[in-house]
């Protein structure tokens, strides 16, 4: 494993443990998000008939291809647990961006976690998806960051020098048009007293982010421990209205 960066398990040694372990132990059955569009969406609960079953169980409880996460997890066990290293490594970069460019503590920390539902859940409509993840834990501007990164990164604001992305005309087309909510949110956004903060988000959302570079997750912890409210009993135990979207990262494949 490299040095610095966050300290992950690697990727090698997830697949390791998930190649050493006795085969398909337990069965895990794919979510519809991640099989919708495809042959598997209408196949996937095939492997619970008792004739393909063959004794086995289904995947509830600790997955033994992801590492054990502590009894009471914060932010940071998830980024050292769960997060794929690369995709860690943009949000990152992303905040050691804002915080050498003299960015406020919630600045840094918006850009820190403005991906977190692309690193832990899935991409469409990640900045809605993360916004509601981290809200019960952060200032309210700093989940209005998060979500409206999503809609502000489709509209130039040459006075802020941020054009649009030449990555989303090499990825998505030059003829692309974003959908009419995303308009719309745009619009809503420019127009809100926070609207500075959620730009910031995306002058410092890297395109070309280089998935070797080391950025210490530790340099963050004390901005962290200042702006993210951590619940005693862990995020996913506390009760709160989004417990079960921080349980569903902890246990990804669980069947139920
Ligand atoms: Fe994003
Ligand atoms: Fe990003």
Request: hydrophobic share 40%; glycine share 8%; aromatic share 12%.
């Amino acid at each position: 494993m490299e040095e610095g960066l966050i300290n992950l398990p690697s990727s090698e040694s997830c697949l390791l443990a998930a190649e050493t372990e006795p085969v398909a132990e337990k069965i895990a059955v794919k979510s519809a998000l991640g099989t919708l569009g495809t042959q598997e969406y209408h196949t996937r609960f095939d492997m619970l008939l008792p004739e393909n079953r063959g004794g086995r169980k289904v995947m509830m409880g600790d997955d033994p291809a992801l590492p054990k996460m502590p009894a009471a997890p914060g932010l940071i066990d998830f980024f050292k647990l769960r997060f794929d290293r690369s995709a860690a490594s943009h949000l990152l970069q992303s905040a050691n961006l804002a915080l050498n460019s003299g960015v406020s503590e919630k600045g840094v920390l918006a850009c820190l976690l403005h991906d977190i539902a692309m690193v832990g859940l899935f991409g469409c409509d990640h900045g809605y998806w993360g916004a509601q993840l981290i809200a019960p834990y952060v200032d309210e501007e700093v989940a209005f960051a998060v979500r409206y990164h999503q809609a502000l990164r489709y509209f130039p604001d040459p006075a802020c020098g941020f054009e649009y992305p030449q990555a989303y005309i090499d990825l998505f087309g030059e003829d692309y048009k974003p959908e009419p909510y995303i308009y719309a949110d745009y619009q809503y956004a420019k127009n809100h007293k926070w609207y500075g903060l959620a730009r910031m988000v995306t002058l410092n959302d890297l395109y070309a982010f280089d998935p070797n570079a080391k950025v210490d997750l530790e340099s963050f912890t004390d901005i962290i421990g200042r702006h993210f409210r951590q619940p005693k009993e862990g995020l996913g135990f506390d009760n709160s209205q989004v417990a079960h979207m921080w349980r569903s990262i902890i246990w990804p494949r669980n069947f139920l």
